[in-house]
C-alpha cells in the first residue's frame, strides 16, 4: 500500500487563500506524477482573523489536537486589515501562529534564500546568494513571557524576558550543523549580540563551540547581530548556513527576502525534526489584505513552500521538480518584462517580485 | 569672556587614535575660524583594550567621575582584537561603552543616515535617502537584567531581561517628535515588534500615540522591526524620523550605515538632552584592530561626530561648515577615484567607504 500524506491546509486571511490554492496546484501535480505513489490527504482548517470575527475563537483545543494529528501543515498567511478595532484585542499572530509553532514544537524555522535566475535584488551587485538561516523557533524573546507593573500610568514598568536553554539552543545548534556538513561550502555563521546580551550570548557561543567539536568539516565564525546585517547588504554570497535566535532569525529573514528579490519568494517551514508533532510550511509573507481578492499576490513563496514541505517528507525528487519549475516560471517572467519594457517603457507586467506585506 | 567647551577626548582601541587625531583637526579649525570666540579645552583619557592589559582597569570611578565634569565628550572606538584570550574576562563593550552611556544618562543616541553625494550605496537606486533614527539609550535588552542557573550543564538555562519604563520611553519618544517637527518632511515612525514583544510593544505604542497629541503637525507610522529592514533596502527615502528601542536602533543602525555607503561615514551621538551629563559623540564603527596603525580607516564618521557635537553645543553653523567640508571631500574622492579608474580600470585609491569593521 502506498503511503498517505494527511496535510492540514490553513489557508488563512488575506491573499493566504489565493496562494495557497496555487500552491496546492502545484502540489497536486508534482504528487501525481511522482513514481511512490504517495497521495496526498487534505483536511482545510478555517482559521485566522476572518474565523476569529465569525466565532470569536482563535485556536481551540480541539482545532489544534486534529492539526497535531495531521503529518504536515501548510499555512498561508494570517491577520486581519492593520488597525481593525475589531481584532483589538485578538493577537492573531501570538494565538495562532506562535501558538502552533510553539505546541507544536516547531524549534527549527528553516529559511532559505537564493537569487533566482532573472529576480532582481534591489542591490546593485548581491553576488552568488544561496545561504540557509536556521532561526531558532521555540524560544528567545518569542515566549511571552514578560509583564506589565502599573499600566497606563507613569510609573509604568514592561519587562520581557529572553528565555534560552541549553536544551533549546543545543538542539537547533547541532540541525545546523547537520545542514552545514550536507552543504558545499560548509560554512555555519552563528549570529547573535553576544557583547550585550551576555547571558543567552554566553549560552549560544558555548553551545556552538561545543557542538563545533563534532563537526570537524564544517568552519564555524560569528557576527553580531548589527554586523550581520552589513554583510547582508554588502557582501551576501559570504554566507552558507546561519544559525540565530528567534528574534534575530525575524529580523534577518525578512532582511534575507528584501536582498533576493521581495518576500514575495520567500519560504519557510516550521519543523520539528523529532516528528513528534507535523512541521508546518509558509511563506515569510503575510496576508497583504490590502491586494486580496485581486489575484495579483505571487503565490512563489507558498510554492516553494510546498517545496521544503516535500523535502521534509522525504520526496526530494519532487521538491527538485517544484523548484526547477519555479525557476523556469521565474525566468520566463523576466523574459516577458523585458520583451514588454522593449516595447513600451512604461508597461506593467507582472514582475517576478510580487506586491506582498511583511507579517 | 568666551565660553570654554571642556571636552574629554577618549580615542580608544585599533583605528580609534588614529579618526580622532583627525577629527580634533577639524575641530580645531573650524573653532578657531567661529566668530563666537568659543575655546576647545581638551582632556584626554586612556580607556579601552589597551588600558585594561595594562592596568586591569576598564572605567574606574574615577574616571567617570572625571569624564562627567566635562562638557562634551569625544569618543573613537574601543574593543581590543576578537578572541584575544587576555580580554576574555574583559567585556570593553558593556565595561566601558555601555557603561558610559548607562551611567551618563545617554537616553538618546542619534543616528542620522544620508547617502552623501559621490558616495555609492550597494543598493542599486537608493532614492534621495535623509533619515534619522532616534534609538534610546538606556533600557531594553540592553539594560544587563539577566542571569543564568545550571551553567554549563544541559539543563542551563539564561534569561535576558527587557526592561522598559513609561518614563525611559516617553522621554525619548518626546524627543524624537520634536526632532521629527522640526524636520522638513515632520514624519516619525516607531518601531518595534508589537505583535511579538506584546508587553513594551503596547507601552511604546500607547506613548506614541499619546505624545502624538502634542504633535498634530507631525505624521506618525509604525513598522514592524523586521518589516522596517525590508523598507531599508527597497525604499529608504520613506524614512524620516524613526524612533526605536536600544536594541532594534543597534540593528537598524549599522544597516542604515550600510545602505548609505559604509558606516566608516556613519556618526552618532549619545545625548543627553536634560545637560545633567555631558552628551558623547562617537563613530558607529569600530575599533578595526586589523587596519589600525596603516592610516587607512576613514576618519569620516568621527569627523561627522564632531558636526553633531557642535550642533549640540549651540554651535549650527559649525555643525553646518564641517558637513559641507565633509560633502567636497567625499565628491572630490568620487572625482579622483572616477579619473584613476578612467585611466586604469584596476586602480585601487581610496574610495569613500573605508575599510572599517563593525562594532
Ligand atoms: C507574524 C509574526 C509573529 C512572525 C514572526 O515574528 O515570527 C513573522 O514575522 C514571521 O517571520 O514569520
Ligand atoms: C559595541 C556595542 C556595545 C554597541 C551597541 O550595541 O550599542 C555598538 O554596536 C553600537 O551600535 O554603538
Chains 1, 2 share one sequence.
Not at 111 to 117: F, H
Request: charge should be negative.
Amino acid at each position: 500500500m502506498s503511503r498517505v500524506i494527511r496535510l492540514a491546509v490553513i489557508p488563512g486571511d488575506g491573499i493566504g487563500p489565493e496562494v495557497i490554492a496555487e500552491a496546492l496546484k502545484v502540489l497536486d501535480a508534482v504528487v501525481a506524477a511522482d513514481p511512490s505513489g504517495v497521495t496526498v490527504e487534505k483536511t482545510h482548517f478555517s482559521l485566522g482573523a476572518a474565523r476569529f470575527l465569525e466565532t470569536g475563537d482563535v485556536l481551540t483545543d480541539a482545532d489544534l489536537a486534529s492539526i497535531a494529528s495531521h503529518d504536515a501543515i501548510l499555512l498561508g498567511a494570517v491577520g486581519g486589515v492593520p488597525g481593525d478595532p475589531r481584532l483589538k484585542d485578538a493577537n492573531i499572530e501570538r494565538g495562532l501562529l506562535l501558538k502552533l509553532r510553539f505546541s507544536l514544537d516547531h524549534y527549527v524555522n528553516l529559511r532559505p534564500t537564493t537569487i533566482y535566475p532573472g529576480v532582481t535584488s534591489p542591490l546593485s551587485n548581491p553576488g552568488e546568494v544561496d545561504f540557509v538561516v536556521v532561526r531558532e523557533g521555540t524560544e528567545g524573546p518569542y515566549v511571552g513571557n514578560g509583564g506589565v507593573i502599573r499600566a497606563g500610568t507613569p510609573h509604568e514598568i514592561a519587562n520581557e524576558v529572553s528565555v534560552n536553554t541549553a536544551y533549546g539552543v543545543e538542539r537547533v545548534v547541532r540541525f545546523a550543523f547537520e545542514l552545514a556538513a550536507s552543504r558545499p561550502r560548509k560554512k555555519l555563521t552563528l549570529v547573535h549580540k553576544t557583547n550585550v546580551l551576555v547571558f543567552s550570548g554566553s549560552l549560544w557561543q558555548r553551545t556552538v563551540t561545543a557542538v563545533a567539536a563534532d563537526y570537524p568539516d564544517v568552519a564555524v565564525d560569528y557576527l553580531h547581530v548589527d554586523a550581520a546585517t552589513i554583510f547582508f547588504v554588502t557582501n551576501p554570497a559570504k554566507f552558507d548556513t546561519i544559525v540565530t535566535d528567534n528574534l534575530f532569525g525575524d529580523i534577518l529573514t525578512d532582511l534575507a527576502g528584501a536582498i533576493s528579490g521581495g518576500i514575495g519568494l520567500a519560504a519557510s517551514g516550521n519543523i520539528n525534526p523529532s516528528g513528534a508533532f507535523p512541521s508546518m510550511f509558509e511563506p515569510v509573507h503575510g496576508s497583504a489584505p490590502d491586494i486580496a481578492g485581486q489575484q495579483i499576490a505571487d503565490p512563489t513563496a507558498a510554492i516553494l513552500s510546498v517545496a521544503l514541505l516535500l523535502d521534509q517528507q522525504g520526496m526530494a525528487e519532487a521538491a527538485t521538480r517544484v523548484r526547477a519549475a519555479v525557476t523556469t516560471d521565474l525566468a520566463d517572467r523576466a523574459a516577458r518584462v523585458a520583451a514588454a519594457t522593449a516595447d513600451s517603457p512604461s508597461a506593467d507586467v507582472d514582475a517576478p517580485t510580487a506586491r506582498t506585506t511583511a507579517a
